[in-house]
């Protein structure tokens, strides 16, 4: 069998965890025996983290694969997917590793599956080096079920860094095939909303003051708009640990969604939080792109599964988005150009990323 997996190399390019989640996600769509080496050469700590193995092993469950190599801190493994099938699947990072991250290596594969799926995925919520819960929800969520499918993603608990303990459940129903996207014209903003949030032992103030500090910082650029970041505190039942963060999305007349989010850690003054925030929120308005530099990469396995040509206009291609381009170009026959716009605005630094999808079509539906 070796002879036919296909090898990945996990040390290239961005270096992360990212190119463990995009190749085996693809793996099991296509049912492409893998092998991937030098997993996450490119980070301090090189292999398998908690939230990876966890990662690796709802896919594993989902489609009743195989996989050897499956333990914290190995640079190798290899995979070999079985059938996708629906149902209900755990994963647990037991630290503060990303649900998010875990919604992102299963969520593509659950669409394909045979039946409706029910994930109950545990860790952190809001953590550092992944996208927070409230994005997935605010911005991933209504962008990505553009593609023709829908998903419910119910916040049971929440769970901040170091101990996690937040636990989100995905439900889904597969789809025949994905539809293309086509994401080229930005509008203007319409409104801005958010929520800068704290939890457990945290007092409300810090979530009035990110929400101060990030209006503040947001007016200088923007003037005639009505800003609304609510703060909240999380209701103690439906919060583990202490926590604090801010989401900004920024509305715009063609239902494009950006934003810019951050979180507060232990010795970092809550106004500097919120214009942490607002900053990246008004960078990712600047670039005229019609999606900010969160979303790019997570949209890219749905466009290369999609049937047709999906095109989405960006800012600056980040590295991630290199890295799940290569990736997806390597396992499927999608195709990807990346052109600078043309805009008649020499300021604005967009670019417009192009696929003909594979045409994934489900074999069980």
């Given at each position: 069998?070796?002879?036919?997996?296909?090898?990945?190399?996990?040390?290239?390019?961005?270096?992360?965890?990212?190119?463990?989640?995009?190749?085996?996600?693809?793996?099991?769509?296509?049912?492409?025996?893998?092998?991937?080496?030098?997993?996450?050469?490119g980070r301090s700590q090189p292999g398998l983290r908690p939230q990876h193995l966890s990662g690796l092993e709802v896919i594993r469950d989902l489609c009743e694969g195989k996989l050897e190599g499956g333990e914290i801190g190995s640079t190798e493994i290899t995979?070999?997917?079985?059938?996708?099938?629906?149902?209900?699947?755990?994963?647990?990072?037991?630290?503060?590793?990303?649900?998010?991250?875990?919604?992102?290596?299963?969520?593509?594969?659950?669409?394909?599956?045979?039946?409706?799926?029910?994930?109950?995925?545990?860790?952190?919520?809001?953590?550092?080096?992944?996208?927070?819960?409230?994005?997935?929800?605010?911005?991933?969520?209504?962008?990505?079920?553009?593609?023709?499918?829908?998903?419910?993603?119910?916040?049971?608990?929440?769970?901040?860094?170091?101990?996690?303990?937040?636990?989100?459940?995905?439900?889904?129903?597969p789809v025949k095939e994905l539809s293309p996207i086509n994401l080229t014209e930005r509008g203007t903003v319409t409104k801005i909303y958010g929520r800068a949030f704290v939890a457990g032992a945290l007092p409300i103030?810090?979530?009035?003051?990110?929400?101060?500090?990030?209006?503040?910082?947001?007016?200088?650029?923007?003037?005639?708009?009505?800003?609304?970041?609510?703060?909240?505190?999380?209701?103690?039942?439906?919060?583990?640990?202490?926590?604090?963060?801010?989401?900004?999305?920024?509305?715009?007349?063609?239902?494009?969604?950006?934003?810019?989010?951050?979180?507060?850690?232990?010795?970092?003054?809550?106004?500097?939080?919120?214009?942490?925030?607002?900053?990246?929120?008004?960078?990712?308005?600047?670039?005229?792109?019609?999606?900010?530099?969160?979303?790019?990469?997570?949209?890219?396995?749905?466009?290369?599964?999609?049937?047709?040509?999906?095109?989405?206009?960006?800012?600056?291609?980040?590295?991630?988005?290199?890295?799940?381009?290569?990736?997806?170009?390597?396992?499927?026959?999608?195709?990807?150009?990346?052109?600078?716009?043309?805009?008649?605005?020499?300021?604005?630094?967009?670019?417009?990323?192009?696929?003909?999808?594979?045409?994934?079509?489900?074999?069980?539906?």
């Amino acid at each position: 069998m070796d002879g036919d997996r296909v090898e990945i190399d996990g040390g290239i390019m961005e270096g992360g965890g990212q190119i463990l989640r995009v190749s085996t996600a693809l793996s099991c769509l296509l049912g492409l025996p893998l092998r991937v080496r030098r997993i996450r050469a490119g980070r301090s700590q090189p292999g398998l983290r908690p939230q990876h193995l966890s990662g690796l092993e709802v896919i594993r469950d989902l489609c009743e694969g195989k996989l050897e190599g499956g333990e914290i801190g190995s640079t190798e493994i290899t995979f070999t997917p079985g059938k996708i099938k629906g149902g209900t699947h755990i994963a647990d990072t037991k630290t503060a590793g990303s649900v998010c991250l875990l919604m992102q290596v299963a969520m593509p594969c659950v669409l394909f599956a045979a039946s409706p799926s029910e994930l109950h995925l545990k860790g952190g919520t809001n953590a550092e080096m992944a996208p927070q819960i409230d994005y997935t929800v605010m911005v991933f969520k209504p962008i990505v079920e553009k593609f023709n499918f829908t998903f419910n993603c119910d916040i049971k608990k929440r769970g901040y860094y170091p101990q996690g303990g937040g636990e989100v459940v995905v439900q889904m129903s597969p789809v025949k095939e994905l539809s293309p996207i086509n994401l080229t014209e930005r509008g203007t903003v319409t409104k801005i909303y958010g929520r800068a949030f704290v939890a457990g032992a945290l007092p409300i103030k810090l979530a009035k003051d990110m929400s101060a500090a990030a209006v503040r910082c947001i007016r200088k650029e923007i003037r005639d708009l009505y800003i609304n970041v609510q703060p909240v505190r999380e209701p103690d039942d439906q919060a583990f640990g202490t926590g604090s963060g801010i989401i900004i999305v920024a509305e715009t007349s063609t239902g494009c969604l950006l934003a810019g989010s951050s979180l507060g850690k232990r010795g970092k003054n809550a106004d500097k939080v919120g214009i942490e925030a607002a900053e990246i929120l008004l960078r990712n308005l600047k670039h005229g792109g019609t999606v900010d530099d969160s979303l790019q990469d997570q949209l890219i396995i749905f466009m290369a599964l999609a049937k047709g040509v999906s095109r989405v206009k960006s800012g600056p291609i980040t590295l991630h988005t290199q890295t799940a381009i290569h990736f997806a170009e390597q396992l499927t026959k999608a195709k990807f150009t990346v052109t600078k716009s043309e805009e008649e605005d020499p300021s604005k630094d967009a670019y417009i990323i192009e696929c003909q999808g594979m045409g994934m079509i489900n074999p069980n539906l």
